[in-house]
């Protein structure tokens, strides 16, 4: 089956560190880069990062740079995102999307992440 | 990293039209074909509807168009049907390598 599974998400304390995994199946992974969007409760859809299929090309959204950081395994087909020093906006459902044409085609499910003392 | 505009919700009847307006910059919209439209239940994953400023991925239906000009996209629902109630986001790249999404249009089919 095609599908992205994002795992990873739950309760961490303010400053403190979360690391998110999507597990690809059903499409050669390697052949397609990798974006992380999130949702903030009852908010609209955030781009956070993007990575090129080779790990060559990295970007992120101002909101999140220097804090958070994307990368990923081929060989596991596995896209991560390692959040550090997190605030309470960062509270949101994290999904992992593949790009296609500068376009999401594929949605994981989200997982939540929920930054509170 | 300024988010596109696009109003907050839009309501129609059953088989009427709606048109839902993106509206960026020249660093987004304005400079790059690749407007992106995604369809959000309640609780759900988003939904690509249209991708490349006008195009439609297989399998979605061709009641939903889409246009563009200058540093403005539209999204169109023809023939509205109750199912089409939902969030609808719009998204382009932008310059630097990012991506930049509007704030979301509930649409209401009354």
């Known amino acids: 089956e095609v599908q992205l599974v994002e795992s990873g998400g739950g309760l961490v304390q303010p400053g403190g560190s979360l690391r998110l995994s999507c597990a690809a199946s059903?499409?050669?992974?390697?052949?397609?880069?990798m974006n992380w969007v999130r949702q903030a409760p009852g908010k609209g859809l955030e781009w956070l990062s993007y990575?090129?299929?080779?790990?060559?090309?990295?970007t992120y959204a101002d909101s999140v740079k220097g804090r958070f950081t994307i990368s990923r395994d081929n060989a596991k087909y596995s896209l991560y995102l390692q959040m550090n020093s997190l605030r309470a906006e960062d509270t949101a459902v994290y999904y992992c999307?593949?790009?296609?044409?500068?376009?999401?085609?594929?949605w994981g499910q989200g997982t939540l992440v929920t930054v509170s003392s | 990293q300024s988010a596109l505009t696009q109003p907050a919700s839009v309501s129609g009847s059953p088989g009427q039209s709606i048109t839902i307006s993106c509206t960026g910059t020249?660093?987004?919209?304005?400079?790059?074909?690749?407007v992106s439209w995604y369809q959000q239940y309640p609780g759900k994953a988003p939904k690509l509807m249209i991708y490349?400023?006008?195009k439609r991925p297989p399998g979605v239906s061709n009641r939903f168009s889409a246009s563009k000009s200058a540093n403005t996209a539209s999204l169109t629902i023809s023939g509205l049907q109750v199912e089409d109630e939902a969030d609808y986001y719009c998204?382009?790249?932008?310059?630097?390598?990012?991506?930049?999404f509007g704030g979301g249009t509930n649409l209401t089919v009354l």
């Open positions: 999307a593949r790009e296609s044409g500068y376009a999401f085609d594929m």
């Open positions: 990575i090129s299929s080779t790990t060559s090309v990295i």
């Open positions: 998204c382009s790249y932008a310059t630097g390598g990012t991506w930049v």
């Open positions: 059903g499409f050669p992974f390697s052949g397609y880069s």
């Open positions: 020249s660093s987004d919209v304005g400079t790059y074909n690749v």
């Open positions: 490349e400023a006008t």
